[in-house]
């Protein structure tokens, strides 16, 4: 293990104020500095301060910059990258089921309390380069958030992003994991996870379309489908795509984030951080004139007719409560089947998606948030099964 671990190589510093190294140490010296008790004193009295005090104090811990060797503790000044990400998951609803589940995965090289004691640190092996550690950064960021629901702290994608040690007398390490090496494009990922930046609140919902087969979010999802299929840009005037924001704003709150982005996405001008501010911007904005009937009347002027001829009617209310229970019901009976918390199987904000988004297919399910392509292949045809039973 030795051996082993004293192949990754990282800068130590006196503490978060000091900029100059004092010295390179590897994985074993890191795991004695944490393991045994060094800093035991000092961490027990941070984790008695109050939240305030504690942000204060924690700086006069010793530090690694964990992902290299540093000459100076900033990005320029890197002479050599560890091969190491650090991962920090801050204040865990569900600390011990999530230590569990995360000692069981083969990218955990490293796992120890963060020093407030309501997080969790780790290291894991990637590719020893600074040319790809943010990319690699954003696929262990949508891999956790899709494995086990857990959302990595952002700062981590710096690649001189110093870790505080701390103390932790059961630390696990695991000399033999794995290295990751997916590693995802920044724009791409922006523009594919749009989803990742909303946030759960109340929508308001226009219902004169809600004993509609599908509903506003059938009709939504549609709408999107018809223009990327078709090429056709809704927003080629400023008018247009203002009045598609306001109604998307009206109709799902911050859900309509997504459908707005794709909408806009079929303007030759489209910016993806441009985009986003400007829903912001009506979302804020929103006086709640305009329904979602004036979208289908505007999809129906460029030749997409959303309506079939014949509209079936539904009882939207009884069946997304039934699925809703049913879905809950199953993400349980997994759960106990695999010996997982039933979190890390998908999180309430995927089973508001799922709600949503109707996936009937597996690759529509790829789409939906929370859903990696693993958790499609292991729980897929069952979470499918059910929604088919109650969209059919």
């Known amino acids: 293990m030795k051996n082993i671990n004293s192949t990754y190589k990282f800068s130590l510093f006196k503490d978060l104020f000091t900029k100059t190294p004092e010295q390179t140490i590897d994985v074993n010296q890191l795991i004695e500095f944490i393991k045994y008790p060094y800093l035991k004193s000092q ?3 941070l984790r008695a301060l ?7 104090q924690k700086r006069q811990l010793p530090t690694v910059t964990l992902s290299g060797v540093f000459s100076e503790r900033k990005n320029a000044s890197l002479e050599t990258h560890s091969g190491l990400m650090q991962i920090d998951f801050d204040d865990i609803t569900n600390y011990n089921e999530s230590r569990t589940a995360l000692l069981d995965d083969p990218y955990t090289y490293v796992l120890f309390r963060s020093p407030s004691g309501n997080g969790i640190k780790m290291l894991v092996k990637i590719n020893p380069s600074d040319m790809t ?16 629901n857990l959302e ?15 103390y932790d007398p059961h630390l696990y390490c695991n000399p033999f994991s794995e290295t990751f090496a997916e590693v995802i494009d920044e724009k791409k990922y922006k523009q594919n996870n749009v989803i990742l930046n909303t946030v759960n609140e109340p929508r308001a919902v226009y219902h004169s379309l809600s004993g509609l087969e599908g509903g506003e979010e059938y009709f939504a999802k549609k709408l999107c489908d ?9 927003t080629d005037s400023y008018q247009y795509w203002r009045n598609i924001g306001f109604i998307l704003a009206n109709t799902f709150g911050e859900y309509g984030r997504n459908y707005f982005h794709q909408l806009s996405a079929q303007h030759p001008e489209y910016n993806f951080d441009k985009c986003d501010a400007k829903y912001t911007q009506l979302h804020k904005d929103n006086n709640g004139g305009l329904n979602f009937a004036s979208l289908v009347y505007m999809a129906r002027d460029r030749g997409i007719e959303l309506f079939d001829k014949a509209v079936k009617t539904k009882k939207t209310a009884p069946a997304k409560t039934g699925l809703r229970e049913a879905l809950k019901k199953k993400r349980l009976e997994i759960a106990n089947e695999n010996g997982k918390p039933a979190f890390t199987i998908f999180s309430n904000k995927t089973l508001e998606c799922l709600l949503i988004e109707l996936p009937k297919s597996e690759d529509d399910l790829d789409f939906v948030y929370g859903f990696g392509k693993k958790k499609v292949q292991q729980f897929g045809p069952q979470i499918l099964k059910i929604i088919n039973s109650y969209i059919a």
């Open 43 to 45: 961490i027990d009295r």
């Open 50 to 56: 109050a939240k305030i005090e504690y942000t204060k």
């Open 133 to 148: 550690h943010k990319s690699q950064f954003l696929a262990l960021e949508k891999y956790y958030l899709e494995e086990y």
């Open 152 to 166: 990595m702290d952002k700062g981590t994608k710096d690649v001189s992003r110093a870790m505080l040690l701390s």
């Open 226 to 234: 018809a223009v990327k299929e078709r090429n056709i840009d809704l």
